[in-house]
């Protein structure tokens, strides 16, 4: 016969009973920690306001403000002598060509009317020079160029006289300009309108060249702003996820001006507000997310 089995100490008892309560609730703790990684990583930071400046985009030609054509005073002149070459910068009464009458007659020269670059010259020695035809110069008076462009009748009531640009010319880089005339009308079909701003340059310009000018015509600084990536466009119309307590939130927002890679957001995000930077369709409402905080300057 066995001998009876004795109990355990109760100082084992509670000590085993003290071992099985806290593997039991380690579990539960770990659930219930707010801190718990959970969800994928995202790339998050901080919406903060910013300044967007309204800018005005016009792409058009560089043409000559004023050409003048220069010919002969009387006809039945021949070109004996060229003094003056297309691309060159003359001065008022400045010399350009020397003419003789057909039967070796004495010698007229002709003049510069204004200061100016010369654009095109159709002068040969030994040719005629018609006092209707061709003319044997022709000038762009004071050097002086437009931008002719087109903008957007939505822009037009942005735009005034005297309003500064900063042109870019295919040839001649980044120029200064101002806004000179802008057309009461637009066309019809296209809804555009014309736009003239006036290039004040030292540089050499070429006739027909591109340029694109941007006219600055406010700046708004009330409102927050996040990275154009931050924006989803959709059937469910423009949206931002946000984070908060852990979890994707979808914003409705409106947008504003654009700089850069920046957006303005007028309506649907606050300062502050935690914005995932790079919005995608796989984060949904509600889904759980690791934020990885990253500075605007880093965005």
Same mark, same amino acid.
């Given at each position: 016969?066995? @001998?009876?089995?004795?109990?355990?100490?109760?100082?084992?008892?509670?000590?085993?009973?003290?071992?099985? =309560?806290?593997?039991?609730?380690?579990?539960?703790?770990?659930? $219930?920690?707010?801190?718990?990684?959970?969800?994928?990583?995202?790339?998050?930071?901080?919406?903060?306001?910013? /300044?967007?400046?309204?800018?005005?985009?016009?792409?058009?030609?560089? #043409?000559? !403000?004023?050409?003048?054509?220069?010919? @002969?005073?009387?006809?039945?002149?021949?070109?004996?002598?060229?003094?003056?070459?297309?691309?060159?910068?003359?001065?008022?009464?400045?010399?350009?060509? !020397?003419?003789?009458?057909? $039967?070796?007659?004495?010698?007229?020269?002709?003049?510069? @009317?204004?200061?100016?670059?010369?654009?095109?010259?159709?002068?040969? #020695?030994?040719?005629?020079?018609?006092?209707?035809?061709?003319?044997?110069?022709?000038?762009?008076?004071?050097? +002086?160029?437009?931008?002719?462009?087109?903008?957007?009748?939505? $822009?037009?009531?942005?735009?005034?006289? %005297?309003?500064?640009?900063?042109?870019?010319?295919i040839g001649a880089g980044e120029v200064e300009g101002r806004v000179r005339r802008i057309a009461p009308t637009v066309e019809p079909n296209s809804q555009l309108g014309q736009v003239v701003i006036g290039i004040?340059?030292?540089?050499?310009?070429?006739?027909?060249?591109?340029?694109?000018? =941007?006219?600055?015509?406010?700046?708004? /600084?009330?409102?927050?702003?996040?990275? =154009?990536?931050?924006?989803?466009?959709?059937?469910?119309?423009?949206?931002?996820?946000?984070?908060?307590?852990?979890?994707?939130?979808?914003?409705?927002?409106?947008?504003?001006? #654009?700089?850069?890679?920046?957006?303005?957001?007028?309506?649907?995000? %606050?300062?502050?507000?935690?914005?995932?930077?790079?919005?995608?369709? =796989?984060?949904? +409402?509600?889904?759980?997310?690791?934020?990885?905080?990253?500075?605007?300057?880093?965005?």
């Amino acid at each position: 016969m066995n @001998p009876p089995t004795r109990p355990a100490p109760s100082h084992y008892r509670l000590a085993f009973a003290a071992i099985l =309560l806290a593997l039991t609730s380690l579990p539960a703790l770990a659930a $219930d920690e707010p801190d718990a990684p959970k969800g994928a990583a995202v790339t998050v930071l901080k919406a903060a306001k910013s /300044c967007f400046g309204d800018i005005v985009e016009v792409s058009g030609i560089a #043409i000559a !403000r004023e050409e003048t054509a220069v010919r @002969p005073e009387r006809p039945g002149l021949k070109v004996a002598e060229i003094l003056a070459e297309p691309g060159d910068t003359v001065t008022s009464g400045q010399p350009l060509a !020397r003419l003789t009458l057909g $039967d070796g007659g004495a010698a007229q020269q002709v003049q510069s @009317p204004v200061a100016g670059l010369i654009s095109a010259s159709s002068a040969v #020695i030994g040719a005629a020079a018609s006092a209707k035809g061709e003319p044997l110069f022709s000038i762009i008076a004071r050097g +002086e160029f437009d931008l002719i462009g087109m903008v957007p009748v939505q $822009d037009i009531a942005k735009l005034s006289a %005297n309003q500064s640009a900063r042109i870019k010319v295919i040839g001649a880089g980044e120029v200064e300009g101002r806004v000179r005339r802008i057309a009461p009308t637009v066309e019809p079909n296209s809804q555009l309108g014309q736009v003239v701003i006036g290039i004040t340059t030292n540089r050499r310009l070429l006739v027909n060249s591109s340029g694109r000018a =941007l006219i600055k015509t406010g700046q708004s /600084c009330n409102n927050v702003s996040v990275p =154009l990536t931050a924006v989803l466009y959709g059937t469910a119309g423009t949206v931002v996820q946000v984070v908060r307590r852990a979890r994707v939130e979808t914003r409705r927002v409106e947008v504003g001006l #654009i700089s850069g890679g920046d957006v303005e957001i007028r309506d649907g995000i %606050n300062e502050g507000d935690i914005v995932v930077a790079r919005a995608g369709a =796989l984060l949904r +409402e509600g889904d759980p997310v690791r934020a990885v905080m990253v500075s605007n300057e880093a965005k």
